[in-house]
């Protein structure tokens, strides 16, 4: 019986850590995309940088 609750961990061990890689990783590409289009915006607006952040 501790073995099939030592799978059932296990498991859900696996499903946070891809759960939680996952949503870095979306961040990490949110930040990038800002990073990209804030400057193109500002331009795009004529309107400082700083006035879009």
């Known amino acids: ?16 850590l891809f759960v939680v890689i996952a949503m870095t990783f979306m961040a990490i590409l949110d930040s990038s995309i800002i990073n990209v289009a804030l400057p193109v915006l500002a331009s ?10």
Not at 1 to 15: D, P, Y
Not at 44 to 53: A, D, K, P, R, T
């Open 1 to 16: 019986m501790t073995k099939f609750f030592k799978e059932s961990e296990n498991k859900k061990s696996i499903t946070v």
């Open 44 to 53: 795009e607006l004529n309107v400082s940088l700083s006035s879009i952040e």
